[in-house]
């Protein structure tokens, strides 16, 4: 093994420069603890894709806030708000439902502040998440999985659960606009910062649409001619919602992607509806050739949600020209699903083997 790069450690380079075309990022000062390391993600320069469309193609390594998502942002939101309002005080607890990202970042959150997470998710959700949480701290109700409308709904029970707790709160993630808060104070700024305002659209995918609007809300503030995109996974049903002029059509069909997709307008979206440029929806054969692709051509491991996103600045590229710059999110790694994303097994069970150009089959390594 080259010794190279310990004899440059060994000399105290004083400079972040490495190699004549390489400059490594140096954070100057310490941060303070888990919450401090929150946000200020890299904005990466997808180089394939950036060639394939001739447009900038540029996006947030959201998987590098230290929780391991963009739900990071969210969560120090949720949990900030609440103490400013007076909900919650030393020692008290809070309660989400979700069966995700979220309930990551609000267990680290918690564990940062000195209070007991509570999370109800669906009894569907896989024990490895389950496992995840609990390992962080959190105490975890699975509960049976039924709809929205059934007041047995993990949704439901949480809030429930709060409300017969002394010092408690629920944070409520999909109508707390404190979770859109978070992209209006920090997703936005940094983009704009980033791009020094050069950038012409937006696009993501939602699930409480808080990273899609308050990023859009900030960034139209600062430029009304940046176009924002919203993508939707299969099942979701914003699209039609959105070609439709506002009709709320019954949710179909499901998705492999996870975190995104809505049956309603959320709170967290509802005073941005009409930042929507256009919303438009992605096939799961999109999303997954993507995660290939990005692994591949260029090392970046992302889920099905970021590769959504990544497949939806393509889309975007087409719609706007040559020479633009587009931005989006890279929400999570893939570490979360890469039983499911590279197991043969899944993929075939989803038809999804053929989605995967037959260079990048030799990725599926899991059975
Ligand atoms: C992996 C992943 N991607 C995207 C999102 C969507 O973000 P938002 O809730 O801000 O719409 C989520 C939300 O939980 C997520 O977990």
């Not at 440059?8 to 000062?29: D, Y």
């Not at 629920?170 to 940094?190: K, L, M, Y």
């Not at 290939?292 to 959504?308: E, F, T």
């Not at 890469?338 to 053929?354: H, M």
Request: charged fraction near 20%; include cysteine; charge should be positive.
């Amino acid at each position: 093994m080259s010794c190279l790069r310990y004899k440059r450690i060994a000399c105290k380079i004083p400079s972040p420069r490495l190699f004549s075309t390489f400059k490594l990022q140096v954070f100057e000062k310490p941060v303070d603890g888990f919450l401090g390391a929150i946000g200020n993600t890299p904005l990466l320069k997808i180089k394939s894709l950036s060639e394939e469309t001739s447009c900038n193609i540029l996006a947030k390594a959201e998987f590098m806030n230290p929780g391991g998502s963009v739900k990071d942002r969210a969560a120090l939101y949720v949990v900030l708000d609440a103490e400013e309002k007076g909900l919650l005080k030393p020692g008290g607890t809070v309660v989400e439902g979700t069966a995700g990202n979220t309930g990551i970042g609000l267990a680290h959150v918690c564990r940062a502040r000195g209070y007991r997470c509570v999370i109800f998710m669906p009894n569907t959700q896989s024990q490895e998440k389950i496992d995840l949480l609990k390992m962080l701290g959190a105490e975890v109700h699975p509960v049976p999985a039924v709809a929205f409308e059934n007041p047995q709904n993990y949704n439901h029970q949480a809030k429930r659960f709060a409300e017969n707790l002394e010092n408690a709160v629920w944070t409520n993630q999909f109508d707390n606009t404190a979770n859109r808060r978070a992209h209006i104070e920090t997703t936005g700024p940094e983009i704009w910062a980033q791009t020094q305002g050069h950038l012409d659209a937006f696009t993501c995918a939602t699930g409480t649409g808080g990273s899609f609007a308050g990023t859009s809300r900030f960034l139209k503030s600062k430029s009304s001619s940046i176009k924002c995109y919203l993508a939707d996974p299969p099942g979701s049903v914003l699209t039609s919602y959105f070609a439709t002029g506002g009709q709320l059509t019954e949710r179909s069909g499901s998705s492999i992607t996870e975190g995104i997709g809505q049956g309603r307008v959320t709170d967290n979206l509802k005073g941005d509806v009409e930042l929507v440029e256009e919303a438009f929806t992605l096939p799961d054969e999109k999303s997954i050739e993507m995660v290939y692709k990005l692994l591949h051509y260029d090392g970046i491991y992302v889920g099905a949600s970021s590769a959504l996103n990544a497949a939806a600045a393509v889309e975007v590229a087409r719609r706007v020209g040559p020479g633009k710059t587009i931005v989006t999110l890279l929400c999570d790694g893939a570490y979360r699903y890469q039983s499911r994303l590279f197991s043969r097994n899944w993929l075939e069970s989803k038809g999804l083997v053929d989605a995967i150009p037959a260079h990048l089959q030799k990725y599926i390594v899991l059975p």
